[in-house]
């Protein structure tokens, strides 16, 4: 929608309560003047269906009472409501009566009318504009199920490696990703353990065999995110697909799997750095999708996630006050324990991933300057001066992590290769 909206206006409901516009900034609107004794009336029906079809994907439908059609609705604002309520059930947001032509038309319909650019995001128009929005609810169910898919074009698995998922106001779509990086897992170092157990249970999953969803958590820059595009490099003329959801977009994850269910290729649903915080729901979606849901999941998706929590979720001191005690001494954990450690719980496959001793980290710093030194076409050796610069690099940045290492190589092999230019 255009920022022109006057989301700064407010405009009274049907039982007199002030509404701000800024409550509906980000959705898709559908404004219809309405009348409760118009040859259109039993249309209220219809735009109930389509709110509630389409709220939860971000629809907004805002009924305005008006009387200045062949004086259809006459009636003050008590009897509408109880017409609408008890006639159609409506559940989306009535306002007071307002005008919307001539010299007394509400400022909002004043606005709309002299912006069409507006559509259709939000449905305007002249006098029969308006009716023919309340009354041809084909055409507008039509636009609105076009508006939620037509983001996504040209997703060919055939030719693409990898996609992301992005909600939009209408619901989700795929977007191609652009450039992938050529990591492999031969770059991967001072992980083995972690990489072999991954690996194994993506080999079974490309292969067609039973597999877990994978949950790979600890230190950060530890190779988790690293390992997953590994794999995806190294698996992907196999068949092997990557969907990347980001937290804010979970609620969509069952849409995605729908949208995945047909495709030939095995995918996996990648969620990186992957938390929540105490008040978010969204989790929940998570869970359902992992284990819980009466639904079968499609046999060709499974999800990895990357944290640095081990249970996703933060915990608290005052968690363990809830926890009891049996006669015989056996601790139990409260429910607010529970409920957290039950969505990590969910991933058939935990991987830790500790931070790299000093040796690892100089073996993996080693390694990134070599790559990076034939990549530039330089001589770099990664002889004492280079070990301890990477080792004041790390200091510095409080970490020995693969991640570290890559980016104190960059900055060294490229310092090198500048001086050496001259």
């Known amino acids: 929608m255009s920022d022109g909206f006057p989301y700064e206006m407010e405009i009274g409901t ?34 109930e269906q389509l ?33 609408c309520s008890t006639r159609f059930d409506v559940s989306f947001p009535m306002f007071e009566k307002v005008e919307v032509n001539g010299a007394g038309a509400h400022p909002l319909f004043q606005l709309l009318k002299r912006a069409q650019r507006w559509r259709p995001d939000v449905t305007i128009g002249d006098d029969a504009a308006l009716v023919r929005a309340a009354h041809d609810l084909s055409d507008v169910a039509a636009r609105l199920r076009g508006a939620a898919g037509a983001a996504e074009v040209d997703i060919d698995f055939a030719t ?33 353990r972690q990489k072999e157990r991954v690996a194994a249970n993506t080999r079974q999953f490309v292969a ?33 697909r990557l969907v990347e959801v980001e937290r804010t977009a979970l609620r969509g994850l069952p849409q995605v799997i729908d949208r995945l269910a047909g495709e030939p290729w095995r995918f996996i649903v990648f969620c990186d750095d992957l938390s929540f915080e105490a008040d978010d729901p969204s989790y929940k979606v998570l869970k359902s999708v992992l284990d819980g849901s009466v639904f079968a999941t499609t ?34 954990p409260g429910e607010t324990t ?10 058939g496959l935990w991987v830790s991933f500790q931070p790299f001793p000093q040796p690892r980290y100089l073996e993996v710093a080693a390694h990134w300057v070599r790559d990076l030194a034939a ?48």
Not at 210 to 237: E, I, Y
Not at 379 to 396: M, Q
């Open 14 to 47: 049907l039982d007199g309560t002030p509404q701000a516009l800024e409550d509906y900034r980000g959705k898709v609107l559908l404004v219809v003047n309405t009348a409760s004794k118009c040859g259109f009336t039993p249309q209220f029906e219809g735009l």
């Open 51 to 83: 709110y509630r079809e389409y709220h939860d994907q971000g629809l907004e439908i805002l009924g305005f009472p008006c009387n200045q059609f062949g004086n259809q609705d006459p009636g003050d604002a008590a009897e509408i409501r109880d017409f």
């Open 160 to 192: 693409l490696r990898a996609a992301s998922w992005r909600e939009g106001p209408l619901g989700g779509h795929l977007m191609a990703r652009g450039h992938l990086d050529g990591l492999g897992l031969d770059d991967l170092i001072g992980i083995d």
């Open 208 to 240: 067609g065999l039973p597999a877990n969803n994978a949950l790979l958590w600890g230190a950060r820059g530890t190779g988790k995110s690293s390992l997953v595009h590994g794999l995806l490099n190294a698996h992907a003329d196999a068949g092997l």
């Open 299 to 332: 046999d060709n998706v499974l999800i990895y996630a990357t944290s640095n929590r081990r249970h996703l979720m933060p915990e608290f001191q005052r968690e363990n006050l809830e926890a009891t005690h049996s006669v015989d001494g056996e601790v139990h």
């Open 338 to 347: 529970e409920e957290k450690v039950s969505l990590s719980d969910r991933f």
């Open 375 to 422: 990549r530039a076409g330089v001589e770099v050796p990664f002889d004492d001066e280079a070990r301890s610069e990477a080792l004041r690099w790390a200091l510095g940045r409080g970490s020995r992590s693969g991640r570290t290492a890559n980016h104190f190589a960059r900055h060294w092999v490229g310092r090198q290769a500048l001086s050496q230019r001259g």
